[in-house]
Structures are given as C-alpha cells and as structure tokens.
C-alpha cells in the first residue's frame, strides 16, 4: 500500500519518504513498529484527491496536515514548520503546513538527529541533513537546531528515554542546552508517558535518572528521586554509595524481571521508589549509617510522587501495597522463617511472585565480598506452598451462616479470623468450629449476641 501510495504521489510530482524513529530504527536493525509517512512536493488538496483512489481517507489536526486510513493504521503528513507561542508548554505552537519547504527545513523542526532521517519510499536513499547517521554509529544523541529544540520542554524528557532506551550518550552541547529548560508547565501525562518509555523498554532504565542528573533536571518532577543523591548508607552493606546510587543499581536489575512480573510498569516503579524512605529515616548511631522503618515512614514521600506523577490507581495501590514489604523476603530467606511467616508475607501482597523478583533485584551487596543472591528457590518453594495452603478448602462467609450466623457489623473481623486459620493451615472443620467460637466471643463482648 505505502509503495503503490509512493509511486502514485512520484507521478503526481511529489516525493515520500519514510522519517523520524522508523528510518532511526531500520538504520540500527532494530524492529520497526510503525511507519511514519511524509509527502512532498504536491498540495494538501491534491494529496487527498490522490489518496481518495486507495480508500476513505481522513483529516484530523487540520493544522498538522494528517491525511490517515483509520482501517490500515496509515497516517500521512505533509510537511511542516512549528514556532512556538508560549512559554514552558507542550501544544505552544503555531504550525504552518508547507508541502513545498525542502527536505532540510522538514528535517530541521525534529528534536535529534538521529530521527532527523529521512528515507526515499521507492529507492531507499536516505537523506541525512544534520548528521544523523554518524551520531547512530557514535551512539550519540545530539539535538538538531539550537533556537528551535529549547521551544519544547518535553525534549529534555524524551533526550533521557531515549539514551535509556537506545543505550546512548547524550551530547554535551545538548546537555548544556537542556540545563536551561524550563519544564514545569509539562504536564504530568506528558512526563510519565517518557518516564514510562524508560522503564518499560530502557536497556538500561537507570539512564534515564542519571541523564536528567546531569542536566540538573530531576528535581521539577522526581523531585524524591533528586533527593536521594545526598542520603548515603552504610559502606559495609551499601558499598555502592547513596541511595540513589543504589536505587538506580536495583532498577536496572528489576529490567532483568520484566516480562515475568503481573504488571512491569508497576514493579518498575516499585524497584526505582522502594528506598525513598531512607530520606526521612536514616540518621548515625553509634558512628553507622541506619534507616529504621524506611519502609513505612517514605509513605507520605512515595504518596508524593504517586499522587504528582502516576495516572492509573491501580498502580498507585501496587507501589503503595508493596513498598513497605520489599525487604521481608530477604529477611525471611536468610533467616529460613517459618511457613506461617512467609504465609502472611505473602498474604498481605497483592502480588506474591512479584515481592520476589523484587527482593531478587534489591539483593544486598557486602562490601569486599560477592553479592548476595538471597535464596529465591526457598522463596518460590515457600510461595507454591502459600499457593498449595490457599487452594484448600476454606471457611466461607456461606459456611458461617449456613451454621447459624447472622451476618452483621462485625462479619468481616471474624472472616478475616478465618483467614488466619487457613494461613496457619488448620482443616476447614476445625476451623469452622474455631470460627464459630471466635464470633460466639467476640458479640459476647460486645453485647450483641
């Protein structure tokens, strides 16, 4: 379809090219996903008129000059050029749609040059204007127009998602640039969206924390995570340094456990905040470094940048369900607790596999000796006995009113005694005498039996 649009549009005396991250990609042998599509050369009116002969073709963002085939997944533009009208934001732009501006000026609107390629659809040839091919085989990430990148703020992001995701080097003259960029009129979706870019599919997620580092831009929206850089920890378990240090070690770890986890976008964010209450809580005794209760008392810190940055709540719940459990399963590993232990370890996860791989990524490192790996086969046998102990049979709230109890204020306590019961692994008989007990107890002492 693109080359029967191609030769078509090359009669009509225009020329197509394919441009931006697709020729990036293909130049990299890397897959590509998605095409995006540029005429030149003919009208916008002809271009429709022309693009009519192949199906239904649509028009949307009028000013962007997209021609799209919502049943091919085809989007089509024509060229353009952009000038900014206000000051910090996104959608700050006049947009002037131009068929006829050059391959040069088309080019000089993008952010880097490596997606500054464009490439020929029906002879290959790529047309490289700022010197995107060379900084593709350098491993550099470099921006094209110093006056226009600047009008962006989102770019600063997006240099760090993509060092993170294409294992790249961020210019210096680019990370100068972006010192100077105010981005606090972003919004957060626009932020996330490049945060979660980084974690999802960065070689190495760490990068794009470090990258912003360097350009002096964690602190406007990961604001928690710029603090960690000045907490250190104790050089004899954290031979690493501070916990941002550590932080980023435990994150580019986690990438290893992406796609076994229930929901990677979660657990990423998990592996990056699970420290952030080393913050509040480490202080000296004694001439050590200690942080005692991080894992609760960076609840109101990890409700921070939750409520500042994260959209979904059913992330939020995961993060915030999981945080103040991340070190138990080390802790239980080592000291070979007990099954009713690691039972309610698991029990009070909303996702027990996922607590492992979790304890896995954050194992801890001695200073002068190797790493310790913790022992993730007595925490997947003790999960599959959690798993083995759940699947019996159970006291329901069915079973306690078929006995003769009537529901009432005080049913969730005494289901949630029988949920203790089947932890402990008691039969269901006995446990639906102890139940039964327990309740007969409970309304006695508070007059309602």
Known sequence: ???????????????????????????MGRPVNDLDIEVHGISRESLYDLLSSFGKPITYGASFGIISFPDLDLDIALPRKERATAEGGHRGFDIDIDPFIGTENAARRR??????LMQDV???????????????????????????????PLRVYRAAQFASRLGFTVAPETVELCRGIDTSMLSAERVEAELRKALLDGISPSVFFTVLEEMDQLGTWFGEIDRMRGIEQDPVFHPEGSV???????????????????????????ALLHDV???????????????????????????????RLVSKNSVRSYVRNMVPLHMKPNVAAFNRSSVKSTNHMFDAACEPEDLIYMAMSDRPVMAGDVPFTGDSGFLFDRLDEYRRIMSLPCVTGKDLIDS?????????????????????????????KQTLAYARKLRKKNGSD
């Open 122 to 152: 029906l002879t290959g040839e790529i047309t490289d204007h700022f010197g995107g091919l060379a900084d593709i085989e350098s491993r550099i990430l470099r921006h094209v127009d110093d006056r226009s990148f600047p009008e962006d």
């Open 244 to 270: 941002f240090r550590h932080s980023m070690q435990v994150l580019d770890r986690a990438a290893e456990y992406r796609d076994r986890v229930s929901d990677p976008y979660s657990f990423m964010l998990l």
């Open 1 to 27: 379809m693109v080359i029967r649009i191609a030769e078509a549009v090359r009669k009509a005396g225009g020329n197509t090219y394919l441009v931006g991250g697709c020729v990036r990609d293909s130049v």
């Open 404 to 432: 003769g109890l009537q529901p009432g204020d005080d049913f969730t306590e005494i289901l949630n005694f029988a949920h203790k019961l089947q932890l402990a692994e008691i039969d269901k008989a006995s446990a639906l």
């Open 111 to 116: 952010d880097f040059t490596v997606n500054a």
């Open 277 to 307: 209450g080393k913050i509040e809580a480490t202080e000296v005794i004694d001439g050590r470094i200690h942080a005692y209760g991080h894992e609760v008392l960076g609840l109101p810190l990890l409700d921070a940048f939750l409520n």
